[in-house]
């Protein structure tokens, strides 16, 4: 038998180990082990603040860390920055490329990042008089579709050539490349301790990368399409996913498999965002169909629905506050609610 | 022409996960296939716990945190930054 047949016989035999290991822990799901839970208190969210000011569809927000500012990203060409809480724009910066597809708040508050299908992640720093580029990250082969900053110093980085990368924002160069994928990254969540992050890909997987040695530790599957949106639970021991194939699924990184699924037979629009709230009992999810869903995390039950847009919902967002969830929509406004 | 960002791309119609195919084609070189290898032994030794006690844990937390969660525990009108602003004009 030739080396490569040897080995791929090998590849055959550890898969099924893995699938007999998933099922051996496999003694309950998420669902039947929360129904004797009291149902999540029904949900009816109302808008408190409709954000004006895009020309065009809006692809990516982000809060800042301090719960009050944010920034979107839409086709018009522009970043804006929001005072959320008086409705107020604070920053309106013009993009080289208006093709944007993420944006993303440095923790400190500093910077802000964006990138789309320029291939490149371009920094900016808030600070200076005038908004100004501090640099422009390019190295990708394929569309940014995702950006998050670690600190001032790193940002990560999810791209259509199916990588993910760790920069160095000072030198500009990739410290580390993330190198499993087989299908466009197209979402990316950084752990709060920072030592790994989830990427969901349109090779319908989900996987666990240690940013530290550049390592895929786990891969996680269940979705039978592109994974658009990915989100860490709190306690950073579980991630949701929302997909392409109409459901969200929540993962849990200790059992290594997925433990429950957010599907409804009515629903057949693809999931483009998703946030939990502060407890991570509810899960906003934005959908294709115009509308936000809202899911109990626990009990898999579709509890409220977040309707207003006259678009697909682009992109959602809690502040670390769990003060309220904005909605972004190709209709260029963003809703916050609560 | 507006440029749809993923439907020009050619998608991957099967799932080589689901069929049990390893996810390159067989002309595989050697370097790929021990690329696979290598990969999958890292999964494979991942020591998992009990979906029973995973699920326990997420429970756990959601029900400590419940209280101190404005989405699910609202928090008073008073408190809320995005309440409705009323604007009070004094006549001079």
């Known amino acids: ?338 | 022409m507006v440029p749809q960002y993923k439907a020009e791309r050619l998608r991957l119609q099967q799932f080589p996960w689901m069929k049990g195919d390893s996810p390159v084609n067989s002309t595989m070189s050697v370097g790929q296939a021990r690329k696979l290898v290598e990969q999958l032994k890292i999964e494979a030794s991942f020591c998992r716990i009990k979906v029973s006690k995973a699920a326990a844990d997420l429970m756990a937390y959601c029900d400590a945190h419940a209280c101190e969660d404005p989405l699910i525990t609202p928090v008073p009108t008073s408190e809320n930054p995005f309440r409705e602003k009323k604007l009070f004009c004094a006549l001079l």
């Open chain 1, 1 to 338: 038998m030739g080396e490569v047949e040897k080995m791929k016989k090998e590849a055959e035999g550890l898969k099924t180990e893995i699938e007999a290991a998933r099922k051996a822990v496999h003694d309950t799901d998420m669902a039947a082990a929360a129904a004797g839970l009291a149902p999540a208190p029904r949900v009816q969210l109302k808008t408190r603040r409709t954000l004006k000011g895009h020309l065009a569809k809006i692809y990516a927000m982000h809060w800042c860390t301090d719960n009050k500012l944010m920034v979107s990203a839409s086709q018009d060409g522009k970043l804006i920055i929001w005072d959320s809480h008086s409705g107020n724009k604070i920053n309106a910066i013009p993009l080289k490329s208006s093709w944007v597809m993420t944006s993303a708040y440095a923790p400190s508050g500093n910077l802000v990042a964006s990138g789309g299908l320029d291939n490149m992640c371009t920094v900016y720093n808030l600070k200076t008089p005038v908004v100004k580029i501090i640099k422009e990250l390019d190295a990708h082969t394929g569309y940014l579709s995702c950006a998050r900053f670690l600190n001032d110093a790193d940002i990560l980085t999810a791209s259509g050539d199916t990588t993910c990368a760790l920069w160095d924002i000072e030198t500009g160069k990739q410290k580390t490349v993330f190198l499993n994928h087989i299908g466009d990254c197209m979402c990316l969540a950084l752990s709060t301790d920072m030592n790994t992050f989830v990427s969901g890909a349109c090779d319908s997987l989900a996987k666990l990368w240690d940013i530290r040695d550049g390592q895929c530790k786990q891969t996680f599957q269940g979705h039978t399409s592109d994974i658009n949106a990915i989100s860490f639970f709190p306690t950073g021991n579980a991630f949701i996913t929302g997909s392409d194939d109409c459901t969200c699924k929540m993962y849990d990184i200790r059992s290594d498999q997925e433990v429950i699924g957010y599907q409804d037979a009515q629903l057949n629009s693809g999931v483009t965002s998703l946030a939990l709230s502060m407890s991570g009992r509810l899960i906003f999810a934005g959908y294709d169909d115009f509308n936000c869903n809202i899911w109990d995390s626990l009990k898999g039950e579709k509890i409220g629905v977040l309707s207003g847009h006259d678009n697909r919902v682009s992109c959602t967002g809690v502040p670390s506050d769990g003060m309220c969830v904005c909605t972004g929509s190709w209709d260029s406004f963003l809703k916050i609610w609560n």
